[in-house]
C-alpha cells in the first residue's frame, strides 16, 4: 500500500512540477489570448463534470463493496457497469453534437471578445467541448480501476497523460508552430490515448476473471435505469453538481464579460491557485477510505482523532502554501513568467483565490466524514442552501464587477459556508475540548505564517536581491514555518489525547 501510495502522490507532484514548468511557455508561445482559451478549455472542462456527477465515485463504491472472488458478483458488477458506459454514451453524443453546433454557428467567437480570427476561437473551443466529451467514455474503466486499488495501474496512466498534455505539447508547438489550434488538435490525440490505456487495464482485470453466466446477472428484481443510478451514488451527484456549478458557472460567465487577453492573466492566477487542489487530491483519496473504515470500526474515538488529526496537518501545510500566494503572489508569478506585467495583473486575484482554496479544503474534510458518517443527505442539504444564494450572486459580480467580482464572492461564499455548514458538523464530531484546541491551533498556526511572511516581506525584497537569493530564502522560510506549525499541531494533538 506505501508504495502504491508513494507512486500516486509522485504523479501528483510530478503533475504540479510540469504545470508550473509549461505556463510560461505556453503563454510565451500562445501568448496571453492564447493562454486565455486554455484557461476557458480548463473551466468548460470542470463544467462539463456535470455529465459525470458524482457516478465515478459510485462505480468505485460499487467494485469496493463486492466480494469479486464471487463469480456472481462479478457478472452483476459487469452489467452495472455497462449500463453506466451506456448512459455515457448517450451523453457523450449529446456533448459531441453541442461541440458541433458551436463550430457551425460561430457561438463561441461572437461571445468573446478577442484580437483573435474569429474560426481559430471557434475551432478551439469546438475541439475543447469534443476532448472533454470523448474523455468521459473513459470513467466507468477509471472508477473500475480505483475500486479494485489499481493505484500503480492510474498513476501509471496518469504519468502519461501529464507528459502527453504539456511537455510533448510544447515540443509539437515548437516544432510545427505556435497555433492554439494544433495545442487543442494535440489535446483531442492525448485524450484518445488516455482512453485506450485505461480501456486496455480495465478490458484485463476482465479477462483475468470468470464472467460466463453474465445474462443471468441480477435477476433478482433490481431494475437498472435512471433512478436506480441516482439511487446508487446518492447525495455524491447532488454535492457533485453543486460544486461543479457554483465553482465554475461565474468563470464561464466572466470569460464572455472580459476580453480573452484579460481572462488570460485571470486563468493564469487560476491556475496558481488551483495548484493547492492539485496537491489535496491524493491527501482526499487517502482519508475517505481510512474516515470510513474508522467510523464503522469499534472505537469511535479513533474516528474522532483522526479527524483532528487531519485538519491539523491540513492547516499545518496549507497555511504556509495560502500565504504565500496571498503575500507573495506578485513575486512567485514574476519568478515564474519573467513578466512583470502578467505578475502584477495576476497577483492581484491569486492571494483572494488562495485564501478561498484553503476554506474550502477544510470544508472538503468535513465533507469526507459526512460521507463517512452516513450525514451526507444533512450536508447535502446545507450546501443546497449555500448554492442557491451564492450562484446567482456571483454570476451577477462576473458580470457587473468582474474579476474582482469572482474573487471576492469566492472568498466570502467560502467564509460563509464555513460558518453555516463546517462549524456545525465539528460540534458534532468534537467535544468542547477537542473544538476549542482545534480553533487556537489553527488560528495561531494561520496568524503566526501570516506574520512571519509579512515580516520578511518587509526586510526583504525581489528588487534588492538576485531571484535566486530571494527564492532561497524564500523557500527557506516556508520550510521554517512548516516546521513549526506541525510541531503546534503536534503539541495540539498530544494535548487533546491527554
Known amino acids: 500500500m506505501k508504495s502504491a501510495l508513494v507512486s500516486l502522490y ?3 507532484i510530478y503533475s504540479v512540477f510540469i504545470t508550473i514548468f509549461a505556463t510560461p511557455l505556453l503563454i510565451k ?3 496571453t489570448e492564447g493562454y486565455g482559451l486554455i484557461g476557458l478549455y480548463f473551466v468548460i472542462q470542470m463544467l ?5 456527477g458524482g457516478f465515478t465515485g459510485t462505480i468505485t463504491k460499487l467494485t469496493a463493496q463486492r466480494d469479486l472472488s464471487n463469480s456472481t458478483n462479478v457478472t452483476g458488477l459487469d452489467k452495472s457497469l455497462q449500463y453506466f458506459q451506456g448512459v455515457l454514451n448517450k451523453a ?3 456533448v459531441l453534437l453541442i461541440s458541433g453546433i458551436v463550430y457551425q454557428t460561430d457561438t463561441a467567437s461572437s461571445m468573446i471578445e478577442s484580437s483573435l480570427p474569429g474560426s481559430i476561437i471557434d475551432m478551439s473551443v469546438s475541439l475543447m467541448i469534443a476532448c472533454i466529451a470523448i474523455r468521459f467514455l473513459s470513467l466507468p474503466d477509471r472508477g473500475l480501476l480505483q475500486g479494485l486499488e489499481r493505484q500503480k495501474t492510474l498513476a501509471l496512466t496518469n504519468f502519461t497523460i501529464v507528459t502527453l498534455r504539456y511537455p510533448a505539447a510544447v515540443a509539437i508547438l515548437v516544432l510545427l508552430s505556435a497555433d492554439v489550434v494544433h495545442f487543442f488538435c494535440f489535446q483531442l490525440l492525448v485524450v484518445l490515448v488516455e482512453v485506450a490505456m485505461l480501456k486496455y487495464f480495465s478490458l484485463a482485470y476482465w479477462k483475468s476473471v470468470d464472467i460466463s453466466g453474465r445474462s443471468k446477472a441480477l435477476d433478482n428484481g433490481v431494475n437498472l435505469d435512471f433512478k436506480w443510478l441516482i439511487d446508487q451514488s446518492g447525495g455524491l451527484w ?3 453538481v453543486l460544486w461543479v456549478l457554483v465553482s465554475q458557472i461565474d468563470k464561464l460567465v466572466l470569460s464572455f464579460s472580459v476580453p480573452l487577453e ?7 492566477a487560476l491556475v496558481s491557485a488551483n495548484l493547492m487542489l492539485t496537491m489535496f487530491v491524493p491527501i482526499n483519496q487517502i482519508l475517505m477510505p481510512r474516515f470510513v473504515k474508522l467510523y464503522e470500526g469499534p472505537d469511535s474515538g479513533a474516528f474522532t482523532s483522526m479527524v483532528f488529526r487531519a485538519i491539523q496537518f491540513y492547516v499545518c501545510f496549507f497555511s504556509v502554501v495560502a500565504s504565500g500566494l496571498y503575500i507573495f503572489g506578485e ?3 514574476f519568478l515564474w513568467t519573467r513578466s512583470s506585467e502578467l505578475s502584477v495583473g495576476a497577483s492581484v486575484f491569486l492571494g483572494y483565490l488562495a485564501i478561498g482554496n484553503f476554506i474550502h479544503g477544510i470544508t472538503n474534510i468535513i465533507f469526507i466524514t459526512s460521507y463517512a458518517s452516513g450525514d451526507l443527505a444533512e450536508y447535502a442539504k446545507r450546501y443546497m442552501i449555500h448554492v442557491s444564494l451564492v450562484l446567482p450572486i456571483s454570476v451577477y459580480s462576473a458580470i457587473a464587477h468582474q474579476e474582482y467580482g469572482v474573487v471576492l464572492v469566492w472568498v466570502f461564499g467560502a467564509f460563509g459556508f464555513f460558518l453555516h455548514t463546517t462549524v456545525p458538523f465539528l460540534r458534532r464530531i468534537f467535544e468542547f475540548r477537542t473544538a476549542l484546541v482545534s480553533i487556537v491551533s489553527a ?3 494561520i496568524m503566526l505564517t501570516s506574520g512571519a511572511m509579512y515580516l520578511f516581506k518587509s526586510q526583504f525584497t525581489l528588487v534588492a536581491h538576485p531571484n535566486l537569493d530571494f527564492l532561497i530564502l524564500l523557500t527557506g522560510l516556508a520550510l521554517l514555518l512548516l516546521v513549526i506549525n506541525y510541531l503546534i499541531s503536534h503539541v495540539s494533538i498530544r494535548y487533546r489525547c491527554g
Open 10 to 12: 509522485g504523479v501528483q
Open 29 to 31: 508561445f500562445l501568448g
Open 48 to 52: 462539463l463534470q456535470i455529465v459525470d
Open 92 to 94: 457523450v453524443l449529446i
Open 238 to 240: 447532488t454535492i457533485s
Open 262 to 268: 484579460a481572462f488570460g492573466i485571470f486563468s493564469l
Open 331 to 333: 513575486e512567485l508569478l
Open 443 to 445: 488560528f495561531f498556526q
